[in-house]
T-cell receptor
Framework: DGGITQSPKYLFRKEGQNVTLSCEQNLNHDAMYWYRQDPGQGLRLIYYSQIVNDFQKGDIAEGYSVSREKKESFPLTVTSAQKNPTAFYLC???????????FGQGTRLTVV | QKEVEQNSGPLSVPEGAIASLNCTYSDRGSQSFFWYRQYSGKSPELIMFIYSNGDKEDGRFTAQLNKASQYVSLLIRDSQPSDSATYLCAVRLGARQLTFGSGTQLTVLP
C-alpha cells in the first residue's frame, strides 16, 4: 500500500509536553510539507523541505520543529512553546517535477 | 489583502445544478492553480490543477483560469449530494509551496 502515511490518527497531549507526529512516504517525493488546519479555516504552512537535510520555515513555524534525515520521513515535533496546538495536522508530498501535492490522512492533535 | 481569497459560503445548490466556486489571488506571478476537495474530518484530495489561461475539463469538473483578472474558478456540472464538501483553492508561485484559500463549503441538496 503506497502513499503518504501519517500517524497517529488521533493524538492527545498534556500541556507542557512535546509530541512528535510521523509522516512517511514511499512515493519518492522530493518535497514534503506540514500544514496546520483549524476548524473552518484553510491550511497554513508550518515547515517544508525540498531535499534531505534541508528544511525551511513556513508562515507559522514558531513552536514547531522538523527533521529530514531520510527522503521518506519528515516528522513534526510540536513543542511546549506552541501555545495553541489543538488542530488538524496535514503532511503533503510533491515530486521534483510535479505540479501537484498529495496529502496524508492527517493527525488530529488535542491538548488535554 | 489575503494572498488567496474564496467566499466561505455556505453555497447550496440543488441536485443536478451547476455549482460555481470562485477564487482570487493577489500575486500576479502565480503560475499554477489547484482545486482540492475536503470532506469533513478528512484530508484534502486533488480534483484538478490548471496553469494555462482558459478552461480545463475533467468529467463533471471544469477549471477556468483568467490570469489577467487573477481569478480561477471551478464548475461542477450535474451536482450530486456526494459533491457536498469544502473546496480549497491553492496557488503556487514557481517552485514555492502552495498557498491555500480558506475554502468554500458546498452543499448539494437532494
Amino acid at each position: 500500500d503506497g502513499g503518504i502515511t501519517q500517524s497517529p490518527k488521533y493524538l492527545f497531549r498534556k500541556e507542557g509536553q512535546n509530541v512528535t507526529l510521523s509522516c512517511e512516504q514511499n512515493l519518492n517525493h522530493d518535497a514534503m510539507y506540514w500544514y496546520r488546519q483549524d476548524p473552518g479555516q484553510g491550511l497554513r504552512l508550518i515547515y517544508y523541505s525540498q531535499i534531505v537535510n534541508d528544511f525551511q520555515k513556513g508562515d507559522i513555524a514558531e513552536g514547531y520543529s522538523v527533521s529530514r534525515e531520510k527522503k521518506e520521513s519528515f516528522p513534526l515535533t510540536v513543542t511546549s512553546a506552541q501555545k495553541n496546538p489543538t488542530a488538524f495536522y496535514l503532511c503533503a508530498g510533491r515530486g521534483l517535477h510535479a505540479l501537484e501535492a498529495f496529502f496524508g490522512q492527517g493527525t488530529r492533535l488535542t491538548v488535554v | 489583502q489575503k494572498e488567496v481569497e474564496q467566499n466561505s459560503g455556505p453555497l447550496s445548490v440543488p441536485e443536478g445544478a451547476i455549482a460555481s466556486l470562485n477564487c482570487t489571488y493577489s500575486d500576479r506571478g502565480s503560475q499554477s492553480f489547484f482545486w482540492y476537495r475536503q470532506y469533513s474530518g478528512k484530508s484534502p484530495e486533488l480534483i484538478m490543477f490548471i496553469y494555462s489561461n482558459g478552461d480545463k475539463e475533467d468529467g463533471r469538473f471544469t477549471a477556468q483560469l483568467n490570469k489577467a483578472s487573477q481569478y480561477v474558478s471551478l464548475l461542477i456540472r450535474d451536482s450530486q449530494p456526494s459533491d457536498s464538501a469544502t473546496y480549497l483553492c491553492a496557488v503556487r508561485l514557481g517552485a514555492r509551496q502552495l498557498t491555500f484559500g480558506s475554502g468554500t463549503q458546498l452543499t448539494v441538496l437532494p
